[in-house]
Nanobody
């Protein structure tokens, strides 16, 4: 199994910054893509950004130019630097890790961290 623990959420004013971390532990072999997702009240969970083991990144249009995803494979940790935060960024942010095992796709989720942006 893989355990994911997010940290770094909190309350920030619009225009401010936060840095989220996601630490992976356990049986973490062969993890390829890791990503950040968010879910606002009454809305579906959506992809914010993801990153492959090789460093290729993908962002939602709503965060391009403001958020930066990165990962440190030596520390088994992924980050999300969030700048120029907006009230609409308020959500619970979740970390996800994925891998293939015997042709089956496995996904693991963290417990989430709350980000609240005040106007």
């Amino acid at each position: 199994q893989v355990q994911l623990v997010e940290s770094g959420g909190g309350l920030v004013q619009a225009g401010g910054s936060l840095r989220l971390s996601c630490a992976a532990s356990g049986s973490i072999f062969s993890i390829d893509t890791m990503g950040w997702y968010r879910q606002a009240p009454g809305k579906q969970r959506e992809l914010v950004a993801d990153i492959t083991s090789g460093g290729s990144t993908n962002y939602a249009d709503s965060v391009k130019g403001r958020f930066t995803i990165s990962r440190d494979n030596t520390k088994n940790t992924m980050y999300l630097q969030m700048n120029s935060l907006k009230p609409e960024d308020t959500a619970v942010y979740y970390c996800k890790a994925s891998r293939w095992i015997n042709r089956l796709r496995y996904e693991y989720w963290g417990q989430g961290t709350q980000v609240t942006v005040s106007s």
